[in-house]
């Protein structure tokens, strides 16, 4: 039966960990909102945690969805900038990978400067349940998608390799743990952005906590006297899992539109100083650009409800 991944098996479904030579409030993103945080010093905290992919049809997906992007940024041409979906998703060359090593690896001073308008991301996005927050109680109880970079992603990997203590996939519904968020701001120069490193999963491993809507509660699902899920419990898992209003393959990589593909060559003729429809500017010299396609950059209380008695409040 596939479904039997779900409960047993989803070790086959980290790809995510595997290195690959690789909106808005209502799209279902869960964000640390840092303008909420009431202690600096304490930071934004909260606690989740990270469940596996059930898909609409009934298959168990990978646990996160990987995408790498660039994000370009031109004071000078606003209506090219905004974010673009690499190729590299596909195993295809891409053009905004090269151009950042042409401009980053050229003698020419204004051209490395220049290269500051590409950034480079990997991102994951997986499915959590929020367990806790204080500063956004009204995200208490829902699946949300996290976005999330390498810091995490490495966090979930010493839990897989057993690098703190026992060996864990945080995703197991059986066996997993919750994630505590801790989020401080860091400053760099003059720029400020949120910094993960001290977020931490707890050291117990712990069933699903299941939330009970009328409660307010949380509760951890119990275990059969063999250890498994009773099959009133999967069914339950099934569609508490399903009960969330996005998808995280909505956030997987898509290829690029004509539109794109045009705007990122009107972004490298701008770069690189060549003559286009709508810029002109002084042509660089060939010899100026090295390539070297290798770069990788990342900037609740629980209820008392009674084993015997789980799902008798339905």
Do not use: W
């Amino acid at each position: 039966m596939a479904l039997d991944e779900l409960f047993d098996g989803l070790d086959s479904k980290m790809d995510f960990l595997n290195e690959q030579p690789t909106k808005t409030n209502n799209d279902g993103i869960y964000r640390v909102d840092m303008s909420k945080v009431t202690d600096k010093k304490k930071g934004y905290r909260s606690t989740v945690r990270f469940l596996p992919n059930l898909t609409r049809e009934g298959k168990v997906g990978q646990s996160a969805i990987e995408k790498i992007s660039h994000y370009v940024k031109l004071q000078e041409a606003k209506e090219l900038s905004g974010y673009y979906d690499s190729p590299k998703n596909f195993n295809e060359k891409c053009a905004l990978s090269e151009l950042y090593y042409n401009l980053s690896n050229s003698k020419n001073a204004i051209l490395k400067e220049k290269a500051k308008a590409l950034n480079y991301s990997r991102k994951y996005y997986s499915y959590v349940l929020v367990i806790e927050d204080e500063q956004q109680p009204e995200m208490v109880g829902k699946i949300m998608i996290m976005q999330y970079g390498k810091t995490i992603k490495d966090k979930i990997m010493s839990e897989k390799n057993g690098e703190i203590s026992d060996p864990c996939n945080v995703f197991d519904l059986k066996e997993g743990k919750d994630f505590v968020l801790v989020v401080k701001e860091i400053q760099t120069g003059d720029q400020t952005y949120p910094d993960y490193k001290m977020s931490m999963f707890k050291p117990e491993k712990t069933t699903l906590p299941y939330y009970f809507k009328d409660k307010n509660a949380f509760k951890n699902i119990p275990l059969d006297e063999n250890g498994g899920f009773t099959a009133e419990s999967q069914n339950r898992i099934k569609d508490f899992l399903l009960d969330r209003e996005n998808d995280i393959e909505d956030f997987g990589p898509k290829p690029l539109t004509e539109e794109q593909q045009s705007k990122i060559t009107e972004i490298s003729n701008l770069l690189t100083g060549k003559a286009t429809q709508n810029f002109r500017k002084e042509e660089a010299k060939s010899e100026d650009f090295e390539f070297e396609d290798n770069f990788e950059t990342e900037t609740a209380d629980s209820g008392d409800v009674d084993d015997d008695d789980f799902f008798n409040d339905f």
